[in-house]
């Protein structure tokens, strides 16, 4: 296949500026040079068309009907070197313990808050601070039990930290089925000295799930779904049978008078010692949070502070993510670590301080506007790219609401050579790895890399047109 | 096993076997027609009317469509999506509960009736229903066939296989009694009999439950309501009897409890245990004229019952009522 690439303005995951490939991609720029673009079309062609056979799909909303789409794979690998993983690595941990501490103080004594790190204010106006969970101590201490922490690159493909997803992260399916595909479609691609390994995710997750049953013995494990129509569904399908755990609905469940929960089986009911969850907080429990919710478990928070039945992650993660709790975590880690940060946040104004909200009011056509609790790209502004009447828009948004929203100057994301319709060209990426505690805290090596594939775009988001690569952390640094 | 799972397994294989049943029906229509008298859409109506009426479907169908016409009624029956019995419905309705159970199923299984949705959802409906394309309609029985292959080499036979066998046993004999059925309003449309369209009409029948050639077998070249009925009632060996498919069911719903099948344990099995035995001890008389329709009538009531004793059994999310554990408590109290 010719590569006819043009890096333009940006850091470009594959090449040098000056065009000559990084040393960690150069055996696989030399295979696939080797190749012939009708071939990569078929085999691409082939990966889709298995990907839609086998089901692995989301749903997409908005419509008038959801409709179920497969989450395009780009077929071009991205490569990271064994010493760059490190140092995510690292830094990915440093975050995790100091996130995992934050929510610790700020459920029990709030210590941060009476230092003066953390405004009381930011934490009590926190749509997902949850006054329920004052004063529980959760199995083990562990609150996030699952992250997905959303990385990008800027100009000088230095990493920075986007966002933490540490509610109920999504895309780890993605992870696995990718690699999967990318085996098949393409094993003279993988390096000799092997790629580090994503397949014992499950495996894993069972482990972190298992080391915090409330009872000893083998735990019965079930991951609880909102159901089908779930954008995410498949993914809490593949796990639960990865797993070996049941997949059950709210109304699949009980909680008893003796505030434990059981599942309605045809023979009766029976205990249930872990929930890894994927509904959010607030449809959890209708006796405690939304009372319209029909994808709960009525008594789930009973049992749950009874100590009989372990969820992950706990309830209340989300004041850890909240965009504007984003901006404090470099203190945090300064605060109960006494280090530095390893991994940067990507520079942020709060509008909710009055010298950024004034910052933030003059140049909002130059910054990307987020709505603080929103996932998934949805409620955000780019104001480059935006029209007048949509600035204005945000402009009284965020006037009227100042702690719903962050404004971020826009950083050009790091590009990677891309296959599209005129063969290789390069699109915006950044990089998801998913990271597991349990008795410590594991990274994934890799995760999900996310594609914007609409030229120029810099929305990577699945429900907005993005698609994925698989991630190769490789065992050395070439 | 989750009552929601038990459930969805009981109807993704009922919505298959139901899907697979009404493509018999249509495509053994669509051939019958071609030697009948079909110069233009009422006429070609008329002869589809006995489906619509068996299948209970007829006042669904004058909902749906100003025109009694033959295309119509094909697309009705095959296509729409209104329509919640037209094999698209079914074949949908069969992979949403498959997609509910997915965990639960083999891959194999999952992709096969992913693959049949796929199939039907970009069928080009307009040409199949005008032309009566054959191809299509085999398709879709080769991938019933299909599913069930993989079925019994992928699936591990414990419990979950067995509420698959049992939705499939209750909506196969249910149908079978539905396609004796139309006979009777086949009947009811002519005055006079006649021989020559008598043995078109059961010929068709017996070809829209895979049972021709297994009739000639067993009966010869008797084609006449007696031994039709008796065939398709009370075979011992045709798989599509609906004494074949009820002692099925009885088979697998003791597996379920692990009860004697000589003996019963609930609701379902008692209803399922006093039919087979009905069945079982049937003379020609009973199947004969008004006792044979009477004897229809009650078969597709008892597997009503039957449906619904046995989803109260197994199925029901009422199995924990917070109020009867409260009243225990304080009786015990």
């Known amino acids: ?478 | 096993m989750l009552c929601r799972v038990a459930d969805s397994l009981f109807w993704m294989s009922r919505y298959i076997e139901r899907a697979e049943n009404t493509v018999r029906l249509v495509d053994v229509m669509h051939q019958t027609i071609l030697e009948s008298e079909h110069s233009n859409e009422d006429v070609g109506y008329a002869h589809w009317e006995p489906i619509l009426l068996t299948l209970g479907d007829r006042d669904a169908y004058d909902a749906i469509y100003p025109k009694r016409s033959s295309f119509n009624v094909s697309e009705f029956l095959t296509f729409n999506e209104k329509n919640p019995s037209s094999v698209f419905s079914c074949i949908k309705s069969a992979r949403e509960n498959a997609r509910t159970v997915r965990d639960q199923i083999s891959t194999e299984m999952w992709e096969t009736l992913n693959k049949l949705y796929l199939f039907i959802k970009r069928a080009d409906s307009q040409m199949i229903c005008s032309e009566s394309d054959f191809e299509f309609f085999a398709r879709i029985k080769e991938f019933a066939h299909l599913f069930r292959g993989i079925l019994e080499s992928t699936f591990p036979q414990d419990l979950g296989y067995e509420f698959v066998v049992c939705g499939r046993e209750i909506e196969r004999a249910a149908k079978t009694c539905q396609i004796l059925d139309t006979k009777r309003f086949m009947s009811s449309s002519t005055s006079e009999p006649d021989d020559a369209i008598d043995a078109v009409q059961f010929a068709a029948m017996l070809r829209s439950c895979t049972g021709f050639e297994a009739f000639h077998h067993e009966h010869g070249s008797d084609l006449d309501t007696i031994p039709v009925r008796q065939f398709l009632l009370l075979s011992q060996k045709f798989p599509r009897s609906a004494l074949f498919c009820i002692r099925r069911l009885q088979v697998a719903m003791h597996a379920i409890s692990n009860c004697p099948i000589t003996l019963f344990s609930n609701e379902p099995e008692r209803l399922t245990g006093r039919l087979v035995s009905k069945l079982n001890y049937a003379l020609a008389v009973d199947v004969e004229g008004e006792n044979g329709d009477r004897l229809i009538d009650d078969i597709e009531t008892e597997l009503e019952n039957i449906a619904i004793a046995f989803s109260r059994q197994y199925m029901q999310a009422e199995i924990y009522d917070p109020a009867v554990e409260a009243t225990q408590k304080q009786s015990q109290g």
């Open chain 1, 1 to 478: 296949m010719k590569i006819d690439y043009d890096t333009g303005d940006f850091f470009d995951e594959m090449y040098h500026a000056d065009g000559t490939a990084r040393p960690h991609y150069a055996r696989l720029v030399e295979t696939l040079s080797a190749l012939s673009e009708e071939d990569f079309h078929k085999k691409r062609e082939a990966v889709e068309l298995a990907f839609l056979q086998q089901g692995i799909t989301f749903t997409v909303y908005g419509n008038e009907e959801s409709t179920e789409k497969i989450f395009p794979f780009d077929l071009v690998p991205r490569i990271i070197p064994a010493s760059e993983w490190s140092h995510l690595e690292e830094g990915l941990i440093q975050r995790m313990t100091a996130l995992n501490l934050f929510l610790h103080d700020v459920y029990h004594d709030q210590k941060i808050i009476k230092d003066g790190i953390v405004p009381m204010e930011i934490i009590k106006s926190g749509k997902h601070f949850r006054e329920e969970m004052v004063g529980f101590e959760p199995p083990k201490g562990i609150y996030i039990h699952i992250c997905g922490t959303d990385l990008i690159r800027d100009h000088h493909g230095e990493y920075l930290v986007l966002e933490d997803n540490g509610r109920c992260p999504s895309g780890v399916s993605y992870m696995i089925e990718n690699r999967r595909a990318m085996k098949k479609a393409f094993p003279q691609l993988f390096p000799a000295s092997g790629v580090q390994s994503v397949s014992n995710y499950p495996d894993k997750l069972h482990k972190a799930l298992q080391y915090i049953a409330p009872q000893a013995g083998a735990a019965t494990i079930a991951v609880l779904t909102p159901g089908i129509y779930n954008s995410a569904y498949f993914e809490h399908c593949f796990l639960a049978r990865q797993m070996g755990a049941e997949i059950v609905q709210g109304q699949d469940l009980v909680v008893k008078s003796d505030d434990c929960v059981y599942m309605k089986t045809t023979v009766g009911l029976k205990r249930v010692d872990v929930l890894y969850r994927r509904i959010d907080d607030d449809f959890i429990d209708p006796e405690v949070f939304n009372k319209e919710s029909m994808l709960g478990v009525p008594g789930l928070m009973r049992a749950y502070r009874a100590g009989n039945v372990a969820l992950a992650n706990a309830v209340g993660t989300g004041i850890a993510d909240d965009k504007v709790t984003y901006c404090f975590v470099p203190d945090m880690i300064k605060y109960y670590l006494d280090q530095d940060p390893i991994l940067p946040n990507v520079e942020t104004f709060l509008p909710y301080r009055e010298a950024d909200m004034k910052y933030v009011q003059e140049n909002m056509e130059n910054l990307v506007v987020k709505a603080a609790n929103e996932a998934g790209g949805y409620g955000m502004l780019i104001g480059p790219a935006a029209s007048k009447e949509e600035v204005a828009e945000f402009r009284a948004m965020v006037k009227d609401n100042p702690r719903d929203f962050i404004a971020q100057p826009p950083i050009s994301l790091s590009r990677h050579p891309t296959y599209g319709d005129e063969g290789l060209d390069g699109r915006h990426v950044d990089l998801r790895p998913y990271i597991i505690q349990s008795d410590k805290i594991r990274v994934v090596p890799g995760g999900l890399t996310r594609v914007a594939l609409r030229k120029g775009s810099l929305v990577v988001n699945s429900s907005q047109g993005g698609g994925s690569k698989d991630t190769w952390v490789l065992n050395n640094d070439q």
